[in-house]
């Protein structure tokens, strides 16, 4: 499969596991996003007070990667990614609701659509393209409490997986 969005963590060769915080994009709250060895790569920025709900994905060196952010006329649950060159990455979109399962689509505009269906109490969750898993994201690998991780298959950004991840996050504990 072909990776898409930019080349900020992409690794061709292996698997990547990153740790997670639950109910990390609380507006307002910033935290470090680990590797599996607890070293900080990633950064979430989440900027409070703003018409909007608004998160900045920024790598270890501090440079901003991409921008989570609230559309504010929308019809049915939708976010937006986009660069740091403010290029749109991504639209996530909650697809179908029941009680246990919640679908988001999530569009790419140079690259294949995703689909994330998963266990909003669980807090479970796989991102398919094209019917093949490239990201699964799992609160019961980790005895911590309130952490969960995000396992990235090679050859994808992962920053942008993570970028949709903590989206999916904002979208699943809205209210």
């Avoid at 060769?13 to 790569?41: F, P, Q, S, T």
């Avoid at 994905?57 to 609230?70: S, W």
């Avoid at 990614?81 to 009680?99: H, M, Q, S």
Wanted: hydrophobic share 35%; net charge negative.
């Amino acid at each position: 499969m072909k990776p898409f969005g930019g080349r900020e963590g992409y690794d061709e060769e292996k698997k990547h596991i990153y740790l997670m915080h639950e109910k990390l994009v609380a507006l307002g709250d910033d935290y470090w996003i680990e590797n599996e060895e607890g070293k900080r790569e990633f950064y979430i920025d989440g900027k409070a007070f703003r018409l909007r709900n608004t998160l900045i994905l920024k790598d270890a060196q501090g440079r901003d990667l991409y921008k989570i952010q609230e559309r504010l006329l929308k019809i049915r649950d939708t976010m937006d990614i986009k660069r740091a060159d403010n290029g749109l990455a991504a639209t996530i979109k909650k697809a179908l609701i029941n009680i246990l399962r919640d679908t988001w689509k999530v569009e790419i505009p140079d690259g294949p659509e995703m689909e994330i269906k998963g266990d909003i109490l669980d807090h479970e969750y796989r991102i398919d393209v094209e019917g093949e898993k490239i990201a699964e994201i799992s609160k019961k690998w980790f005895h911590i409490r309130d952490t969960y991780g995000v396992e990235i298959e090679p050859g994808h950004d992962n920053a942008l997986i993570l970028a949709i991840t903590a989206t999916l996050d904002q979208m699943a504990h809205e209210d």
